[in-house]
């Protein structure tokens, strides 16, 4: 089973920026494409963005393009998700897992705890 782990969530005004992190201790990351879902209150999960396992190939949700950036460091076996110019609507529990890269679809059926983005207006 693999344990992942959000960090970095927290209490923002629009327009303003956040750095989440995703980590798995004990399991290597850096064979597999990882995305970042969300899901906001009263919402489905929903994917915002994905990278391939070199970093090579970057993926995002149309609404987040161009102000979020997704990267990794294999080294760290880290994922992380620069987020910046925050809207309102992007306030949500944040995810990690790995994904398929065609269907973007999560693979791991365990989920971490999430992190939670709220931005205020």
């Known amino acids: 089973q693999v344990h992942l782990v959000e960090s970095g969530g927290g209490l923002v005004q629009a327009g303003g920026s956040l750095r989440l992190s995703c980590a798995a201790p004990?399991?290597?990351?850096?064979?597999?494409?990882m995305g970042w879902f969300r899901q906001a209150p009263g919402k489905e999960r929903e994917f915002v963005a994905g990278i391939t396992p070199l970093g090579t190939g970057l993926y995002y949700k149309d609404s987040v393009k161009g102000r979020f950036t997704i990267s990794r460091d294999n080294a760290k076996n880290t994922v992380y998700l620069q987020m910046n110019s925050l809207k309102p609507e992007d306030t949500a529990l944040y995810y990690c897992?790995?994904?398929?890269?065609?269907?973007?679809?999560?693979?791991?059926?365990?989920w971490g705890q999430g992190t939670q983005v709220t931005v205020s207006s």
């Open positions: 897992n790995a994904i398929n890269r065609v269907t973007r679809e999560a693979m791991f059926d365990y």
């Open positions: 004990g399991r290597t990351l850096s064979s597999y494409a």
